[in-house]
């Protein structure tokens, strides 16, 4: 499947057929089951080619191939099929609440669909009758079959769904629904009266072809030495310097957000600290929960790039804010990053940075990946701008090679508590949830040589069968506070047993953030309920047991030392 497009080059996407059909076009004696591709229509040759593309392009959420299907024994003869796909890897419904919620735009909706996704407009010329209203042609981005697609009412025109498992269609919409689809096979439609439409362009509806050509791309974002912050804005006042990283970051995740590309839109969410010791932060996100996308399946440690799962070489442009590359010292500069928004936000700012997509790399970190987000860091002037990776077995949801950086509001215990030492380069540290080893930057000229160590950590910890995280932060160096009054990067590995797929009951998933003190929640009563006894127990379940750890920081402490 092909990279991202750099900027401009979406203009060559294909956007929807005009198809006009009429009175001839209808077809009143389908084929017959027994040969029910014999005589394909014009509109059944226009959707299946439009299909075929579209899936060659990589615009599905999966590759669909033959799916095993039977018909259960008894009189009704129900059909069963295996999607295994779909039920991994399709947006999650919205949730509803009543049987006439009104339309949300805020939520996703088929204003957002790009030009390549739509296949036909359809609009019917002569009798008999007048016609409808035009219908576009879209794919459904989470087939259950060949040629599975959604028949849209003008999207601008905002909708609403009407009664469970009924499309709100105007009537003149279901009139040519009937006309157009009973081409070869029986069809049942199921029909509600006439809701009123209700415009309101708030989000621009899918551009017409050619359109997009004003969509924005990544800005090449050129750094060096001298944009490094060494010393970041404190805590009492985090927002009062930001850098020229910052500004340009924040403003393109501003203009995404306005144009709709994330799956929600993030506005002040509840947060409070768990009383207890280790100050746990617990905030409210229940969009997050309800409209990510499903984590892809993961088997091993060691699964490879799977180009027919979701992927980072299907950003379109406009999900790229920046393309990082660094001119000048100290040393030879690492490999570019791109940044590109997180659809699903924990906060404002969660991005995405990625190696080249089109290397489709798998989930397994590199000291050169690594090494590019840790200068991330430190052209960020925030104190709460952290990096961090999730490995497979450790919480990743997508096998293709990425970390996240992220703005978070509040300071972590384990930013300034001493640690204890294992060796010259390695710490052990106890504070905040989970014991973590422990690396430490002091300056840019350190970030190479802890990059290949830390890297070298995790490459030992999955020949041992370990799963990992790590994060990124600004602390003070490892023996806390009083030993220097210079801060530098702390970055933190965790090693854990891996976990493949949720487990039943568990009431929040645990990855980097939880591992660090900061508890995304995906509900009000657990918002308002958890403790800090509770939040543990459920983290220190993914930990490995004391014996077991300290052995292996023996372990790393003399491999990082030979």
Known sequence: MAAAPAAGEERGEPSPEEFVYGEEDFVLQPAGWDDPDSAPSRFDRALLAGWSDRMERGLFRYRLGPMPTRVLPGPVRLVAQLNEQRSAERRPPQPVRSLRDPFDPDAFNFTRLRPAELLLRLRRAGGPGPPPDPLLVAINASPLE????????????????????????????????????????????????????????????????????????PEEFVYGEDDFVLQPAGWDD??????????????????????????????????????????????????????????????????????????????????????????????????????????????????????????????????????????????????????????????????????????????????????????????????GPATAFLFFAAGPAALEPVSRAVCRAVEHLGGAGLACNVLATRGDPPAGPGASKDRGLRVLLWARPPRFGPKVGEPFPVAVCELAGFLPLPAPPLYRHITEAQALSTIRQHLLPEPELLSLGRELARLLES
């Open 238 to 431: 985090p927002d009062s310097a930001p850098s020229r990283f910052d500004r340009a970051l924040l403003a393109g995740w501003s203009d995404r957000m306005e144009r709709g590309l994330f799956r929600y839109r993030l506005g002040p969410m509840p947060t409070r600290v768990l009383p207890g010791p280790v100050r746990l932060v617990a905030q409210l996100n229940e969009q997050r929960s309800a409209e990510r996308r499903p984590p892809q399946p993961v088997r091993s440690l060691r699964d490879p790039f799977d180009p027919d799962a979701f992927n980072f070489t299907r950003l379109r442009p406009a999900e790229l804010l920046l393309r990082l590359r660094r001119a000048g010292g100290p040393g030879p500069p690492p490999d570019p990053l791109l940044v590109a928004i997180n659809a699903s936000p924990l906060e404002r700012g969660h991005v995405l940075l990625l190696p080249e997509p089109a290397l489709r790399l798998p989930q397994a970190l590199t000291a050169s990946a690594l090494r590019g987000a840790l200068e991330v860091a430190l052209v960020s002037a925030h104190p709460g701008f952290r990096v961090g990776f999730n490995g497979l077995g450790g919480g990743a949801s997508v096998n293709h090679l990425h970390l996240h950086g992220l703005y978070l509001g509040r300071p972590l215990p384990l930013e300034a508590a001493p640690a204890e030492p294992l060796g010259p380069r390695l710490g052990l540290l106890r504070a």
């Open 146 to 217: 060949r040629g599975h697609v959604l028949l849209l009412p003008e999207p601008a025109l905002r909708l609403e769904r009407g009664w469970p498992g009924l499309l709100a269609l105007p009537r003149q919409a279901v009139h040519q629904l009937l006309q157009v689809l009973p081409v070869q096979s029986p069809i049942v439609v199921k029909v509600c009266g006439d809701r009123k439409a209700r415009p309101a362009p708030v989000m621009a509806a899918a551009p017409a072809a050619g359109e997009e050509r004003g969509e924005p791309s």
